[in-house]
C-alpha cells in the first residue's frame, strides 16, 4: 500500500502562488495516472489536474474544476515519487485542503495540506 504526503500549502493572498509536493512512500512509476484533488468547506472532494505516465499533463473535465486550467501546472518526478502541483494567480475561491492521489483513487488518502487564499 502506498501512503500519499502532502505539503507546501499555507496561507496566501490572491494572486499569490504556492507548489504543492505530494511524496509516495512506494514506486509510482507504474501508476497511469496520478492526480491532485481539493475538498473546499462543505463541498466534496473535486479532482482538479491529473498527469499521465508519460509527463502529459490531462486537466480534469468539466464536471470539476475548470476555473484552474491555464493557472495550475501539475508535474510528476517518477524517481523520486513525487507528484508537484504548481498553482498561480491563486483566487480565494481555490481555498481547500488538498490531497494527491490516483485517478482513478486507489489508495487511503492522505492528510492533506490547507491552502487558503485571502487578503
Known amino acids: 500500500q502506498v501512503q500519499l504526503v502532502e505539503s507546501g500549502g499555507g496561507l496566501v493572498q490572491p494572486g499569490g502562488s504556492l507548489r504543492l509536493s505530494c511524496a509516495a512512500s512506494?514506486?509510482?512509476?507504474?501508476?497511469?495516472?496520478m492526480g491532485w484533488y481539493r475538498q473546499a468547506p462543505g463541498k466534496e472532494r473535486e479532482l482538479v489536474a491529473a498527469?499521465?505516465?508519460?509527463?502529459?499533463?490531462?486537466?480534469?473535465?468539466?464536471v470539476y474544476a475548470d476555473s484552474v486550467k491555464g493557472r495550475f501546472t501539475i508535474s510528476r518526478d517518477n524517481a523520486k515519487n513525487t507528484v508537484i502541483l504548481q498553482m498561480n494567480s491563486l483566487k480565494p475561491e481555490d481555498t481547500a485542503v488538498y490531497f494527491c492521489?490516483?485517478?482513478?483513487?486507489?489508495?487511503?488518502w492522505g492528510q492533506g495540506t490547507q491552502v487558503t487564499v485571502s487578503s
Open positions: 498527469i499521465t505516465n508519460r509527463g502529459s499533463t490531462v486537466y480534469a473535465d468539466s
Open positions: 512506494g514506486r509510482i512509476f507504474s501508476i497511469n495516472i
Open positions: 492521489n490516483t485517478s482513478p483513487v486507489r489508495f487511503s
